[in-house]
């Protein structure tokens, strides 16, 4: 009964994060939307590593746990830093009256999958650091 | 996979309420913020590695 109270509690945040997250992006164009995004990515990343160095100082986190930590991150890492590359590069040229509908799509659209791939390859580090806790 | 997105789903809600009022601000920052250029954005890139946090 506490554990599915519990999950409600977790659920009801889950949403009211969400509507936060949209409230971010709310009446922005594409490209502060998606900013706003990565800047939350990265205090994610942030937050996510210092709790696994806390762990870490309090004993509960083996070698082999923290090379995973480590492996995740890095994963993390790079990905986070080649949307915002992208990113910045759409930017810098989409105001350029050279630049081409197709050269922006192209652009656009290289942002669109690293964002992706950023989503995905971060839920391996955000929940592998949650599994941990959750076992403290 | 699908469980690893949930736990990540829970986890950033745990991380506004964890890490609070430090958190909310860098949202609330970047919600207040009109137009991003480039240097801004680039500015938003990680670079403090894994291994440094456990060098600690």
């Not at chain 1, 762990?55 to 080649?82: F, P």
């Not at chain 1, 009256?97 to 580090?125: F, G, H, M, N, R």
């Not at chain 2, 990540?8 to 991380?15: D, G, K, N, P, R």
């Not at chain 2, 949202?27 to 600690?56: C, G, N, Q, S, V």
């Amino acid at each position: 009964m506490k554990t599915i109270m519990r999950r409600k509690v977790q659920l009801c945040c889950a949403v009211i994060m969400l509507l936060m997250i949209a409230g971010c992006g709310a009446g922005a164009n594409y490209s502060n939307q998606t900013a706003k995004s990565l800047a939350i990515s990265k205090g994610a990343y942030e937050f996510n590593m210092e709790t696994a160095n806390s762990l870490r100082n309090q004993g509960l986190i083996s070698d082999s746990q923290k090379a995973k930590i480590v492996k995740y991150a890095n994963i993390y890492m790079k990905a986070h830093n080649e949307a915002v590359d992208a990113l910045a590069d759409y930017v810098e040229v989409k105001d350029l009256p050279e630049t081409t509908p197709e050269e922006l799509a192209a652009k656009k659209q290289a942002v669109e999958d690293l964002y992706i791939s950023l989503a995905v390859k971060s839920a391996d580090l955000v929940g592998y650091i949650r599994q941990l806790r959750r076992n403290d | 996979m699908y469980i690893s997105t949930i736990d990540a789903l829970l986890a950033l809600v745990e991380l506004a309420l964890l890490r609070g009022p430090r958190f909310v601000q860098q949202i609330m920052d970047a919600k207040d913020k009109k137009e991003w250029t480039a240097d801004e954005i680039r500015a938003l890139k990680i670079y403090k590695t894994p291994e440094e946090y456990f060098d600690k």
